[in-house]
Nanobody
Framework: VQLQASGGGLVQAGGSLRLSCAVS????????TGWFRRAPGKEREFVAF????????YYADSVKGRFTISRDNAKNTVYPQMNSLKPEDPAVYYC???????????????????WGQGTQVTVSS
């Protein structure tokens, strides 16, 4: 299973970006998917989660109301839509899939066994 994150870039504070996570090598539609981010000097932190059906979504408090996650299983792709970006949002954003179905805490890095390479998001003030 390979995950490819894309869509990062430079945006002004208050602007929007739409990231993508495309999966190849296996059927994506049955994988719960999470997004995490790592800012310089900080630990990787949970951002958002979407169940494999797409009926359950969860967000970190820091992004709730600004970010929306969706998926298109026919395209094997997950899309985090990031609106109202703030100066504290810049980081490398990673998508991750729970391919083994281990379950558990959705905000726990260890739940996810397949990770993309990350895409950089930069916010200018």
């Amino acid at each position: 299973v390979q995950l490819q994150a894309s869509g990062g870039g430079l945006v002004q504070a208050g602007g929007s970006l739409r990231l993508s996570c495309a999966v190849s090598g296996h059927t994506f539609s049955k994988y719960d998917t999470g997004w995490f981010r790592r800012a310089p000097g900080k630990e990787r932190e949970f951002v958002a989660f979407i169940s494999w059906i797409g009926d359950n979504t969860y967000y970190a408090d820091s992004v709730k109301g600004r970010f929306t996650i969706s998926r298109d299983n026919a395209k094997n792709t997950v899309y985090p839509q990031m609106n109202s970006l703030k100066p504290e949002d810049p980081a490398v954003y990673y998508c991750a899939a729970d391919t083994s179905g281990v379950g558990g805490r959705i905000d726990y890095v260890g739940r996810y066994d397949s990770w993309g390479q990350g895409t950089q998001v930069t916010v200018s003030s």
